[in-house]
């Protein structure tokens, strides 16, 4: 079978690969959102080495345990050469698979290992037995559990006294960032200006296999269409895949807190009213699994005198998938399935302008490292940084910065994030001096006004020379 386009995960691959010097097994575990490329990276990564790859199956109704097991006989038949492998016991099964896996350089991969133990009580337990009794005999040996349910990889595997002190490595594969979309997107021959590769990754992020599905041919508006427009469109459909896969039973309150986040970051007492659902455990759980399994992430403000974080956060949709889905594609369902939206533009749909500018803070968020590189700011010289806000009080007034960057030197970077099809009009000077007035800063603290932008600023902008930097954020396409 021919392999999908491969690009990016270096570090990755560097962490896995450098386990084969150790004189010891190893039990690594990869976990990350649907389709962020884990088992891709695995097969990657296995290229010229004996590799055996196993997968569970999406739970569905009428499923059992035995259905697991069948599953993974099969595919272990298929791989030993043995069709005909039957067997009630997930032992019997590590068993059979160690026996053809004892020696030389061998790398097994479980994939979706919630799916293929959900069923069945006593799987983690016979698989801890077949870590300890024969897997780990071959030193050689690297045993990988993939999971995109994450809260049951972290409640199961990661937290398990079963498993403490036997994994070796731990990775959380997070989207690609932007040079690397950008390479996939020239591998799949998309020839867009920077503006329409812009308006793919506001709905794809850095999620590899929708970039992948992204056509050469057409231009970013038709690929969004045919991908997300049409009733047949992949992305049409993919949201109810990922939250019945992941969440079962429970999707529906799990898709009413995306719901609720798709229009902007909020704190968790407003979560809890616009759902009606009283601050409980139960509640905090769903919010804590939505943040495992990568669709939504936590932004603590902080006190600037202190340098420490506050209580306070705003809990932010940081998937582009699911909020364009939701604010484009859920609304419009009905006229989809009936073909009626295909020649839809995007710049007539409503609220489109606003979506793209919180998409588009997803992705300088998801890629901040290269503005500290670009204001020259080193990592260990950071204090605290997140798109920060303070609360109105009687004393002092509201305000929200779209990110800001704390240094131990006392000095403040507040950088205004501004996606626009056009260049930036002169009137973002002001709307910034507004905005960090209403900022309380402490004595002896300095703060820095930086413009992100694509598509250019207004000379007047850069004439006026307010902003320290002026940052292109189109440039870290070609940058590594």
């Known amino acids: 079978m021919e392999s999908s386009i491969f690009v990016g995960r270096k570090n990755e691959i560097e962490r896995i690969s450098s386990l084969f010097q150790k004189k010891s097994a190893s039990l690594v575990v990869v976990r990350g959102r649907r389709r962020i490329g884990k088992s891709r990276l695995v097969e990657e990564f296995a290229k010229g080495h004996k590799f055996f790859v196993f997968s569970g199956i ?4 009428g499923m059992t345990a035995q259905t697991q097991r069948d599953i993974f006989a099969k595919q272990l038949g298929t791989q030993i050469g043995l069709p005909s492998i039957q067997s009630q016991d997930w032992a019997d099964l590590f068993t059979l698979l160690a026996q053809y896996t004892k020696q030389e350089r061998v790398i097994i991969l479980f994939d979706e290992i919630s799916w293929m133990g959900s069923k069945d009580p006593t799987f983690l337990g016979k698989l801890k037995n ?3 009794l024969e897997f780990q005999k071959n030193p ?28 070796s490595l731990y990775i959380t594969l997070e989207e690609l960032p932007l040079s690397d979309c950008n390479k996939l997107l020239d591998a799949q021959g998309f020839r867009g200006s920077i503006y329409e590769k812009f308006k793919v990754l506001s709905i794809s992020g850095g999620v590899p296999w929708y970039l992948q599905q992204i056509q050469g041919n057409i231009n970013a508006d038709e690929n969004i269409k045919k991908l997300c427009f049409h009733k047949d469109g992949i992305l049409f459909k993919e949201f109810d ?22 229009n902007g970051p909020k704190e968790y007492n407003q979560i809890s009213q616009e759902l ?3 601050k409980s455990g139960v509640l905090s759980s769903y919010v804590e699994d939505l943040i495992e399994s990568g669709f939504i992430t936590r932004d603590y403000t902080w006190n600037l005198k202190e340098g420490t974080p506050s209580r306070l956060s ?7 998938y699911l909020r364009f889905y939701l604010k484009f594609i859920m609304p419009n369902k009905m006229k989809i399935e009936q073909n009626a939206f295909k020649d839809i533009t995007m710049e007539t749909l409503p609220g489109w302008r606003s979506i793209l500018a919180l998409q588009f803070e997803n992705l300088v968020l998801k890629n901040r490292n290269k503005i500290w590189e670009q204001l020259k700011i080193k990592p260990e010289d950071i204090v605290l940084d997140n798109p920060f806000f303070q609360r109105k009080t009687v004393r002092t007034p509201g305000c929200q910065v779209d990110y800001l960057i704390q240094t131990r030197f006392n000095t403040l970077f507040a950088c ?4 626009s099809q056009t260049e930036i009009k002169p009137d973002v000077i002001q709307q910034m001096k507004d905005k960090l007035s ?22 007047y902008v850069t004439d006026q020379a307010y902003f320290t930097e002026i940052i292109d954020f189109s440039q870290f396409l070609y940058e590594e």
């Open 416 to 419: 205004e994030v501004k996606f």
């Open 130 to 132: 077949a870590w300890d």
């Open 438 to 459: 209403r900022m309380v800063l402490p004595r002896r603290f300095s703060c820095w006004p930086v413009l992100i932008h694509v598509n250019g600023v207004n000379e």
């Open 58 to 61: 999406p739970p569905t109704e």
């Open 140 to 167: 050689n040996l690297i045993l990988i559990l993939c999971g995109s349910v994450s809260t049951w990889i972290e409640q199961n595997i990661i937290s398990s006294t079963a498993f403490f002190g036997r994994i």
């Open 241 to 262: 895949l990922i939250f019945h896969d992941l969440f079962e039973k429970r999707s529906e309150t799990y898709r009413q807190i995306v719901e609720i986040l798709a």
């Open 276 to 278: 009606k659902y009283p």
């Open 314 to 320: 705003h809990f932010r949709l940081s998937d582009n």
